[in-house]
């Protein structure tokens, strides 16, 4: 069974900084691909990041960035310049293609003024 | 890029009644939908797979007698929430199989009251 982990229920980061989410996941693919999705309020799926495991090379999107190690299946979500309007959960998921995606717990993320 | 409409957006019903919420794809063709649900501040969960021209596969505990799951055609899936009791009340949301990483995308979602 393929499993998502995220181990901060909740994190706060001041306005203009960085802050890191952390996501842990288990599969016995080897080809996949990763996810970070933002769900505001309105419980939209918004797309953030997502990584390819076959690539080596860390996705990056303006100001999201992944730390993706596959030997250690750990795939965390990087906001620099953090602003208001990130504040959301966060879900990290884990797809196999054409399959059903696994999502983690989520993390609350605040975004203070 | 391809879109999943799904509607309605919210809905408010009495319990003992049925609702129904679809799931189109607009502009591609999907043989394959998924259905998960999310409960209030947890996770989405997997609950049901739509297969045109086939029977939905439903997930352990999601009893399929209650939620029935149609696959019309290549373009429309449904979930229909049968004699609806307050515990069912949750977030609804459909999600094609995405035939490659540009595509991963979802419904709307469907909030469901049931009061």
């Known amino acids: 069974a393929q499993t998502v982990t995220q181990s901060q229920p909740e994190m706060s980061v001041q306005e203009a900084e960085t802050v890191t989410l952390s996501c842990t996941y288990d599969?016995?693919?080897?080809?996949?691909?990763l996810f970070w999705y933002k769900q505001p309020p309105s419980r939209q799926m918004i797309l953030v990041i997502r990584?390819?495991?076959?690539?080596?090379q860390n996705a990056t999107e303006n100001r999201f960035s992944v730390n993706f190690q596959k030997a250690a299946k750990s795939f965390s979500l990087k906001i620099s310049d953090s602003q208001l309007g990130d504040t959301a959960m966060y879900f990290c998921?884990?797809?196999?293609?054409?399959?059903?995606?696994?999502f983690g717990p989520g993390t609350r993320l605040s975004v203070l003024p | 890029g391809a879109v999943v409409s799904q509607h309605p957006s919210w809905v408010i019903c009495k319990s003992g009644t049925s609702v129904k919420i679809e799931c189109r794809s607009l502009?591609?063709?999907?043989?394959?939908m998924f259905w998960y649900r999310q409960f209030p501040k947890q996770s989405l969960m997997l609950m049901a797979t739509?297969?045109?021209?086939?029977?939905?596969?439903?997930e352990q505990g999601v009893e399929k007698d209650k939620f029935l799951i149609n696959h019309a055609s290549l373009t429309l899936s449904t979930l229909t929430v049968t004699s609806a009791h307050p515990e069912d009340s949750s977030f609804y949301i459909c999600?094609?199989?995405?035939?490659?990483?540009?595509?991963?995308?979802f419904g709307q979602g469907t909030r469901l009251t049931v009061v």
């Open positions: 999600s094609p199989p995405h035939e490659s990483i540009a595509e991963a995308f």
């Open positions: 990584q390819e495991a076959y690539k080596q």
């Open positions: 502009d591609f063709q999907a043989t394959t």
């Open positions: 739509s297969n045109e021209g086939s029977k939905a596969t439903y």
């Open positions: 599969t016995s693919e080897n080809n996949y691909y």
């Open positions: 998921a884990l797809n196999n293609y054409g399959q059903n995606f696994v």
